[in-house]
């Protein structure tokens, strides 16, 4: 991997939010980091080019949008561990699953339009595959600033 | 509540802005409305926090940060509104929250993710999360994924 610039860095560090909403926002934001609009639009889509950047624009909330969100564990057995990844995946509504190194070895996000299929969808995995899943909703969510320094 | 028109937003620009001078005047010629319409939406949402952010939003792996541990701590409850605030404060924590416990298997209930580009630089923000936390915390953990399983992005129905 090609090292960062510090012009892309910049961009990197100096944009995680706060993206004007204005008639020219690039170049609104370019004057903060010293750069022309031009640059900004170029460098943006270079790091979009690279995978550096997965998105640039909104960042929408799954759950204000009337989505439920839930992540949940599995003490899978080893010589099984395969095989119920499987089921687990098998399912739309699981976004995210790793791997973990702890007794609770498999961790999953269950994603779903209505609040009421995220239960539906627990029952089903435990039924398939014969074991316990707990469920770990968020009740509460702390601020973050959800920045990375590169 | 979100309306038709702030569902064809979404669909929209879940992708992302156009990369072009006047990206919200492109948004609204694609929408069929006009660009002051669609910053007000666009700041409303923001306000509503249906939109958590909007910016740059980095790809932790292709940055090299590779190292992806999730630390646990079983806090006590009545300290956890201060402490879980103080960790989600943190830089390099990029999601923090209260779950419940699941005794005696699963005794913690702060979750607080952090990224590096090794499990060491995991580690030691980690170790610098139980300075902060100091002896609110009865025990902590970091789980590291030693595998991704399934990853895919948020879909959103228009």
Excluded at chain 1, 77 to 90: G, H, I, Q, S
Excluded at chain 2, 16 to 35: F, I, M
Aim: proline share 6%; charged share 25%; glycine share 8%.
């Amino acid at each position: 991997m090609r090292a960062l610039d510090p012009t892309e860095k910049a961009i990197i560090n100096g944009l995680q939010g706060g993206f004007p909403l204005t008639h020219r926002p690039y170049r609104d934001a370019g004057a903060q980091l010293g750069l022309s609009e031009g640059e900004m639009i170029e460098e943006i889509g270079n790091l979009l080019a690279r995978g550096q950047l997965s998105r640039f624009g909104p960042l929408w909330n799954a759950e204000a949008l009337g989505g439920a969100v839930c992540l949940a564990a599995m003490a899978v057995p080893p010589d099984r561990f395969d095989e119920v990844a499987e089921l687990v995946n098998a399912h739309p509504e699981i976004a995210h699953n790793y791997q973990r190194d702890h007794e609770l070895n498999m961790w999953f996000v269950v994603s779903t339009d209505a609040p009421a299929r995220i239960d539906q969808v627990i029952a089903e995995i435990e039924r398939e595959t014969g074991l316990g899943v707990r469920a770990m909703p968020k009740t509460r969510e702390f601020f973050v600033g959800f920045r990375v320094e590169v | 509540m979100l309306d038709a028109i702030d569902r064809k937003l979404i669909a929209t620009t879940q992708a992302g802005l156009p990369l072009v001078a006047e990206p919200y005047r492109a948004l609204a010629d694609e929408l069929g409305l006009d660009e002051a319409e669609i910053v007000s939406r666009l700041g409303q949402l923001l306000e509503t926090g249906a939109i958590r952010r909007i910016g740059a939003i980095p790809n932790h792996y292709a940055l090299g940060y590779t190292a992806n541990g999730m630390s646990v701590w079983d806090v006590a409850d009545e300290a956890i509104a201060e402490i879980g605030a103080r960790v989600g404060a943190l830089d390099f924590v990029t999601h923090c929250y209260e779950r419940p416990r699941h005794p005696p298997l699963w005794p913690y209930n702060l979750f607080a993710m952090v990224h590096g580009r090794t499990r060491d630089e995991v580690r030691a923000k980690v170790a610098e999360i139980a300075v902060l936390v100091g002896p609110a915390a009865r025990a902590h953990e970091v789980l590291f994924s030693t595998r991704i399983l399934k990853k895919t992005g948020l879909r959103i129905a228009a």
